[in-house]
């Protein structure tokens, strides 16, 4: 689960330069994975219009291109984790519970179901971290965007979640208490400044420490999680990290981002290490 290659000197320099007083932050550009498969992009609607109003006023339209297109990619980010509550649909079913009191739904993909994946149960609280998992990869590579456009569109990305995760507590959980959403939506973007932290450190000193910060949010720290699926989510992250890296600005800025799936990392986690078995 260790990364052998070269960091970009684009990122490190690229990153210095725009935030000199954030020496952590910088470090993590160094620790990208250099070797992956690019995500499966594809050009999006709105491309032609947003590569067009960009070169016509490229200062003026930034914050509008900034907005409709982080809908695009924090909506891409939270089709990962989707799930549906089939009882909000029936008028009388209770809805099943997790040991921890949250709506237990349905869901679909390598994050949730059988053996052979990741198992996770569908809940708001899981939608939430791996949405929130691949925002942080966006916005790593956003880190790299021209100094003055990163704040724009890191503030519409946080915008966009909140909206998305609102809207979820309301149709698909019932909490009608605006002060009681506001509570979470809080309590959301505490988590998000926390996962940042810690998945940066996990960039900066390796596989383990990346690896507890994914298990620490995406696991609920579960003592029984399947290591080897941890180790594909680990080798997942570096994978698309590397991929992002290799596409410019203008593919990212024009919504261009398929994510993959960590399955697609099995047989590089299920290698066997040239390490073992070998005299130290």
């Given at each position: 689960m260790s990364s052998n290659s070269k960091p970009s000197t684009r990122y490190i320099d690229r990153y210095f330069t725009a935030h000199s007083d954030h020496s952590l932050e910088a470090l993590v550009m160094a620790?990208?994975?250099?070797?992956?498969?690019?995500?499966?992009?594809?050009?999006g609607p709105t491309r032609k219009v947003a590569e067009t109003l960009r070169k016509r006023a490229p200062e003026t339209t930034e914050t509008y291109i900034a907005y409709g297109i982080s809908e695009s990619l924090v909506k891409e980010c939270a089709r990962q984790a989707d799930y549906t509550i089939p009882q909000i649909k029936e008028n009388?079913?209770?809805t099943p519970k997790s040991k921890d009191g949250e709506d237990i739904g349905v869901g679909?993909?390598?994050?949730?179901?059988?053996?052979?994946?990741?198992?996770?149960?569908?809940?708001?609280?899981?939608?939430?971290?791996?949405?929130?998992?691949?925002?942080?990869?966006?916005?790593?590579?956003i880190r790299c965007f021209p100094e003055a456009h990163v704040p724009t569109w890191n503030q519409h990305m946080i915008n966009h979640f909140s909206y998305l995760a609102e809207e979820r507590m309301v149709?698909?959980?019932?909490?009608?208490?605006?002060?009681?959403?506001?509570?979470?939506?809080k309590d959301l973007f505490v988590q998000w400044r926390g996962l940042t932290a810690g998945y940066d450190e996990g960039l900066?000193?390796?596989?383990?420490?990346?690896?507890?910060?994914?298990?620490?949010?995406?696991?609920?720290?579960?003592?029984?999680?399947?290591?080897?699926?941890?180790?594909?989510?680990?080798?997942?992250?570096?994978?698309?990290?590397?991929?992002?890296d290799s596409m410019g600005d203008s593919a990212i800025?024009?919504?261009?981002?398929?994510?993959?799936?960590?399955?697609?990392?099995?047989?590089?986690?299920?290698?066997?290490?040239?390490?073992?078995?070998?005299?130290?």
């Open positions: 620790m990208l994975n250099q070797n992956g498969p690019r995500p499966d992009a594809g050009p009388g079913l209770e679909k993909g390598w994050w949730y179901e059988g053996p052979t994946e990741m198992g996770l149960t569908p809940t708001f609280n899981t939608w939430a971290q791996i949405t929130f998992l691949h925002m942080y990869l966006l916005t790593v590579r149709t698909l959980h019932n909490i009608s208490a605006r002060m009681v959403r506001n509570k979470y939506l900066v000193k390796g596989d383990a420490v990346l690896a507890t910060a994914i298990w620490r949010n995406v696991c609920k720290g579960d003592e029984e999680v399947d290591l080897e699926k941890l180790g594909m989510v680990v080798a997942y992250v570096r994978s698309v990290l590397s991929a992002l800025a024009t919504g261009d981002v398929l994510f993959g799936s960590p399955s697609s990392e099995a047989s590089l986690v299920q290698t066997k290490s040239q390490m073992l078995g070998t005299d130290v």
